[in-house]
């Protein structure tokens, strides 16, 4: 069984541009979560999706959305990029119908910005 | 709101040794408790978990024990390996928050 793949796994950008990242799923997994992994700020939830409804968002500022497809992949996406959003973005997933915490990680896409 | 603290690493272990990484939560009501850890260059994967008071979880060696009256739930190993080194992030899951509130992660390296 395919684990949950998130492309792309690095990546550069300048500050002011904007990035999405992908993440697929495990098969049949509905829920998705984002994680923003930083070494001054640790693990921050971003957002979690389900059946394409956004059912709770982390405080973060309006800069950074996301988005779930109706076959559960998911994108999020950062505009405006600053230096302080260099970070490894962590997607998980889960069955999501009554969640309990058990959730299943990619190995993230990593944001440097310039 | 929940929160979760952890000891700060890092820890440096010679294998054979002895683990305990302590972790303690605030939380209002009754939240699940993780463990997850975070080999070098891969994303985390669950460890262990409980669900209730005196639930133990226990996984490859590991094991915590959710304790309400001190809100802790500290990790343990008999014997820890040089395969074991990661860095270990304590967890707590509020049901109906659909997310995880992370500790800040404890760095572990065990010598041969």
């Known amino acids: 069984k395919a684990g949950v793949t998130q492309t792309p796994r690095y990546l550069i950008k300048t500050r002011g541009q904007q990035v999405t990242l992908s993440c697929s799923p495990i098969?049949?997994?509905?829920?998705v979560s984002w994680y923003q992994q930083t070494p001054g700020q640790g693990l921050q939830f971003l957002f979690e999706y389900f059946s394409e409804t956004q059912r709770n968002k982390g405080n973060f500022p309006g800069r950074f959305s996301g988005r779930q497809f109706s076959n559960s992949r998911s994108e999020m996406n950062v505009s405006t990029l600053e230096l302080g959003d260099s970070a490894l973005y962590l997607c998980?997933?889960?069955?999501?119908?009554?969640?309990?915490?058990?959730?299943?990680f990619g190995e993230g896409s990593r944001l440097t910005v310039l | 709101g929940n929160s979760v603290t952890q000891m700060e690493g890092p820890v440096t272990l010679s294998e054979e040794a002895f683990l305990t990484i302590n972790c303690t939560y605030t939380?209002?009501?009754?939240?699940?408790l993780f463990w997850y850890v975070q080999y070098p260059g891969e994303g985390l994967q669950l460890l262990l978990k409980?669900?209730?008071?005196?639930d133990k979880g226990s996984n490859k060696g590991f094991e915590a024990t959710y304790r309400k009256e001190t809100t802790s739930f500290h990790l343990e190993k008999g014997s820890v390996q040089v395969s074991d080194s990661a860095v270990y992030f304590c967890a707590l899951w509020q049901g109906g928050s659909e997310k995880l509130v992370f500790g800040k992660g404890t760095k572990l390296t065990v010598n041969p």
């Open positions: 098969s049949g997994h509905r829920s």
């Open positions: 409980a669900t209730k008071a005196d």
């Open positions: 998980a997933s889960s069955f999501g119908h009554s969640n309990t915490g058990e959730l299943f």
């Open positions: 939380a209002t009501g009754y939240p699940s």
